[in-house]
């Protein structure tokens, strides 16, 4: 894994690198892995982003419930820690969707 940092942005698997700027890519692991290796990894990543997702939609709804039944300030910090995981899944999520492209 570590050789793959350097190889920059295949051209279609092609072998032909170009630039050596960009950081790691999922479509430079699918080519030196091969395809179908690498399209599994990008399923499990998608699964992965959802259900980090579904963990902050449940922390959400966690603190409203907290702040409606108890008024309690947790139910804020939960609200906020619930969107930020979230919005770090969204972000897992659309780095894999813009892969695939």
Do not use: W
């Amino acid at each position: 894994m570590v050789g793959l940092v350097s190889l920059g942005h295949p051209d279609r698997c092609s072998g032909n690198y170009i630039g050596h700027s960009r950081s790691l890519y999922p479509d430079d692991i699918i080519c030196a892995m091969g395809r179908e290796q690498g399209e599994e990894l990008k399923k499990k990543g998608l699964i992965i982003a959802t259900a980090i997702e579904l963990i902050g939609i449940i922390t959400v709804g966690s603190g409203i419930g907290i702040e409606i039944a108890l008024g309690a300030e947790l139910g804020y910090v939960l609200i906020t820690i619930g969107s930020v995981i979230t919005a770090g899944g969204g972000l897992i999520f659309a780095k894999i969707i813009r892969a695939r492209k």
